[in-house]
């Protein structure tokens, strides 16, 4: 007896992710043409700033190719996220068996459920209960990190994951700022004669 309602719950979450699976699919899709276009600006200043590094003499070289070089690390983690959610779309249904997968997880007999629910329950405020309990919630159990890690298409939907990539967007975009900005100072660094 307690099959059905089992059944009917992940009947229920499957018709969900299915028809949401689309929308999900096509945000990325069309997310990706400004993805590209944010990740393009860093590169023409660092190509210059790279050249002026380059040919720039004693340790002003090596410091400044250094710097560079985490300007281009920063470029290419942007673009490796951007490849990652397009190769999580490839097939709709693989994704969709993959997030219901991930709702069976933390399904409502789980310990990462109940650690959810214990953030949510009682009234008032009560401040530091609720920190102890995001705390709980923050440190998932490993075995559950180790089972959204096998998930290779869901697994860049589900936090923490959108949230690095958006920590990796706000470094893309200092970058970017950056690199335009020592661009400039170094052009008048080699026209001083400095570098």
Known sequence: MSEEPESALQARVRST??????????????????????????????????LLAATAQGWWRIGLLVACLVGWLAVA??????????????????????LVAVFAMFDSGSEVFARMLAVFEGGGLRVAYRLRTLWRLVRIPDY???????????????????????LRFTILIWTTVTSWVALLVLAGLRIGGVV
């Open 144 to 166: 559950v990190t180790t089972q959204i890690e096998d998930l290779h298409a869901a697994r860049w939907f589900i936090p923490p994951m959108p949230a690095t990539t958006a």
């Open 77 to 98: 983690l942007w673009w490796i996220r951007v490849k990652r959610y397009h190769d999580a779309i490839d097939d709709p249904d693989v994704l969709a068996d993959q």
């Open 17 to 50: 992710v299915e028809a949401h699976v689309a929308k999900l699919v096509l945000a990325v899709k069309v997310l990706r043409i400004p993805a590209a276009l944010v990740g393009l600006p860093a590169i023409p200043a660092l190509l210059g700033a790279t």
